[in-house]
């Protein structure tokens, strides 16, 4: 049987990965047709996988080269010419940053390659969940395997792909998607193949590195939010809108996803607890200094003792001694704690041109080897979701100066039974710096959010309270 692999990738060139590309008629444009040179490759070679590309951007760019690179090694290692012969761009006259294999044709529509019935395998890394869920679920009924490095369409419409693979049965046609989560780092693969015969309990990680990235600024190089944002956009880690980094939800996607490969539930993104960190201040990174740490942004998901799964992503305070506290810039890293492994850490580039694509080609040539994933999600089971968690707690509070302000702390801590750990406050330089934090013992999440509630209507209270969970439960051992 002959294969052939369509990459959809993006038109718009960016040094994180993955960006949107969407042409305004989604159908007519006109064709770059195949080269007629006498090197052209021929379409009827029954030992080839050619490849098609929605998009010439940053990773489609880096799937070609690295296919261009090592194509005798991929002959070797599968049997199979891995092949690009179309490339689907919103403007043909655009240059591209890498060199157009032989054989392989330009073009402006979809359609050119999702009815191309030479073609078995598309590869989207056009982001979005519009164009990109239509060219996916087409490829898909068309019988075309699909690689895609979609998190966003992933974590959005889960349940409507499971439900069309199921439909289509155990054929050839499959789903790949490892490149969705922590671009380079194999985790896909590893929660569908290592972990079948264990049992996770928890999953923490740094899964968004434009995050990362900033907030090693302002720990090791003390700048403010705003100024680790600016570097983050100069050096192409944040988006001209950084929302979605900033705001947890690029986490939160992700999270979803390691959520259902981990413990076989669908969660709506919604229901996870999500918290940026637009509100991280200099004195936080003070006081969790002082502490003997440092803070990170954490996806972090947990089975609780009663069986129940909870989940959050927030900034979280985080020791010295911890795996994830030495992982800086906009580098990835996920640690899962499990009955048989103990401790398992990834940790790598979690975006980019090459990384991103090097996930995409380790699809590809498992495509190509002829390996199979009925159950690209893992099997669903029947553990439930609890919107809540326990976690030991900082609180930094922002105050007005006047006589009992820590009895009233207490009294609020003692109506919400919640118990304080210890009190900290730095010397204050300045009036409108005056702050101090709480760390508690270990408290549920909604007992926190009543305190907080109650602290914030006291008139010394200024501005909203900052809260962020411990990592560690141990976190003094």
Same mark, same amino acid.
């Given at each position: 049987?002959?294969?052939y692999?369509?990459?959809?990738?993006?038109?718009l #060139?960016h040094?994180?990965?993955?960006s949107s $590309?969407?042409?305004?008629?989604?159908? *007519?444009?006109?064709?770059?047709?195949?080269?007629?040179s *006498?090197n052209?490759?021929?379409?009827?070679?029954?030992?080839?996988?050619?490849?098609? &590309?929605?998009?010439?951007?940053?990773?489609?760019?880096?799937?070609?080269?690295?296919?261009?690179?090592?194509? =005798?090694?991929?002959?070797?290692?599968t049997?199979?010419?891995?092949r690009?012969?179309?490339?689907?761009?919103?403007d043909?006259?655009?240059?591209?940053?890498?060199a157009?294999?032989?054989?392989?044709?330009?073009?402006?529509?979809? +359609?050119?390659i999702?009815?191309?019935?030479?073609?078995?395998?598309?590869v989207?890394?056009?982001?979005?969940?519009?164009?990109?869920?239509?060219?996916?679920?087409?490829?898909?009924? @068309?019988?075309?395997?699909?690689v895609?490095a979609?998190?966003?369409?992933?974590?959005?419409?889960?349940?409507?792909?499971e439900?069309?693979l199921?439909?289509?049965?155990?054929?050839e046609?499959?789903?790949r998607?490892e490149?969705?989560?922590?671009?380079?780092? *194999?985790?896909?693969?590893?929660?569908?193949?290592?972990?079948?015969?264990?049992? /996770?309990k928890l999953?923490?990680?740094?899964?968004?590195g434009?995050?990362?990235?900033?907030?090693?600024?302002?720990?090791?190089?003390?700048?403010?939010?705003?100024?680790?944002?600016?570097?983050?956009?100069?050096?192409?880690?944040?988006? @001209? =809108?950084?929302?979605?980094?900033?705001?947890g939800?690029?986490?939160?996607?992700?999270?979803?996803?390691?959520?259902?490969?981990?413990?076989?539930?669908?969660?709506?993104?919604?229901? &996870?607890s999500?918290?940026?960190?637009?509100?991280? #201040?200099?004195?936080?990174?003070?006081?969790?200094?002082?502490l003997?740490?440092?803070?990170?942004?954490?996806?972090?998901?947990?089975?609780? =003792?009663?069986?129940?799964?909870?989940?959050?992503?927030?900034?979280?305070?985080?020791? %010295? =001694?911890?795996?994830?506290?030495?992982?800086?810039?906009?580098? %990835?890293?996920?640690?899962?704690?499990?009955?048989?492994?103990?401790?398992?850490i990834?940790?790598?580039?979690?975006?980019?041109?090459?990384p991103?694509?090097?996930?995409?080609?380790?699809? /590809?040539?498992?495509l190509?080897?002829?390996?199979?994933?009925?159950l690209?999600?893992?099997?669903?089971?029947?553990?439930?979701?609890?919107?809540?968690?326990?976690?030991? $707690?900082?609180?930094?509070?922002?105050?007005? +100066?006047?006589?009992?302000?820590?009895?009233?702390?207490?009294?609020?801590?003692?109506?919400?039974?919640?118990?304080?750990?210890? &009190?900290?406050? %730095?010397?204050?330089?300045?009036?409108?710096?005056s @702050?101090?934090?709480?760390?508690?013992?270990?408290?549920?999440?909604?007992?926190?959010?009543?305190v907080?509630?109650?602290?914030?209507?006291?008139?010394?209270?200024?501005?909203?309270?900052?809260?962020m969970?411990?990592l560690?439960?141990?976190?003094?051992?």
């Amino acid at each position: 049987m002959r294969f052939y692999l369509t990459l959809i990738a993006s038109a718009l #060139t960016h040094p994180r990965g993955v960006s949107s $590309f969407a042409p305004n008629v989604k159908r *007519p444009f006109s064709t770059i047709r195949p080269s007629s040179s *006498p090197n052209a490759l021929s379409m009827s070679d029954p030992d080839a996988i050619n490849l098609g &590309i929605f998009g010439g951007g940053t990773v489609g760019g880096g799937i070609v080269e690295i296919l261009s690179q090592k194509s =005798d090694h991929f002959r070797r290692l599968t049997g199979k010419t891995l092949r690009v012969r179309k490339i689907c761009v919103r403007d043909a006259s655009k240059p591209r940053d890498f060199a157009l294999p032989d054989g392989c044709s330009i073009v402006t529509s979809y +359609d050119d390659i999702l009815d191309d019935d030479e073609i078995d395998v598309a590869v989207e890394v056009m982001g979005g969940t519009t164009d990109a869920k239509d060219v996916v679920f087409q490829a898909l009924r @068309a019988k075309k395997s699909v690689v895609t490095a979609n998190k966003a369409l992933i974590a959005k419409d889960l349940p409507e792909i499971e439900t069309l693979l199921t439909e289509l049965g155990e054929g050839e046609t499959q789903f790949r998607y490892e490149a969705a989560v922590c671009g380079g780092i *194999p985790i896909i693969r590893s929660m569908q193949s290592d972990f079948v015969g264990d049992d /996770i309990k928890l999953m923490s990680g740094i899964i968004n590195g434009c995050t990362n990235f900033m907030l090693t600024a302002m720990d090791r190089d003390k700048k403010s939010y705003d100024e680790a944002l600016e570097q983050a956009s100069k050096l192409g880690y944040a988006e @001209a =809108d950084p929302t979605l980094d900033v705001g947890g939800f690029d986490a939160r996607s992700k999270l979803k996803i390691l959520m259902r490969l981990a413990y076989g539930i669908d969660v709506d993104e919604n229901e &996870i607890s999500c918290r940026g960190i637009t509100e991280l #201040t200099k004195i936080d990174f003070e006081y969790a200094k002082m502490l003997g740490g440092t803070i990170k942004l954490l996806g972090v998901a947990e089975k609780n =003792d009663d069986g129940h799964v909870s989940a959050f992503v927030s900034p979280c305070y985080v020791t %010295n =001694d911890d795996p994830l506290s030495s992982v800086n810039g906009a580098t %990835n890293a996920i640690e899962i704690v499990s009955k048989n492994l103990v401790s398992s850490i990834y940790i790598g580039q979690g975006a980019g041109r090459y990384p991103t694509a090097n996930s995409c080609i380790n699809d /590809i040539v498992a495509l190509a080897k002829g390996d199979k994933t009925q159950l690209p999600f893992n099997p669903k089971s029947e553990t439930r979701f609890a919107n809540n968690y326990s976690s030991v $707690f900082f609180l930094r509070l922002n105050y007005r +100066d006047q006589v009992g302000i820590t009895r009233q702390v207490g009294e609020i801590c003692e109506k919400h039974d919640v118990s304080i750990h210890s &009190i900290l406050q %730095n010397p204050v330089q300045k009036s409108q710096d005056s @702050a101090f934090a709480i760390v508690t013992e270990k408290v549920e999440y909604a007992a926190i959010l009543q305190v907080l509630a109650d602290i914030e209507a006291l008139s010394w209270c200024k501005g909203k309270p900052f809260y962020m969970p411990v990592l560690r439960e141990n976190w003094q051992a």
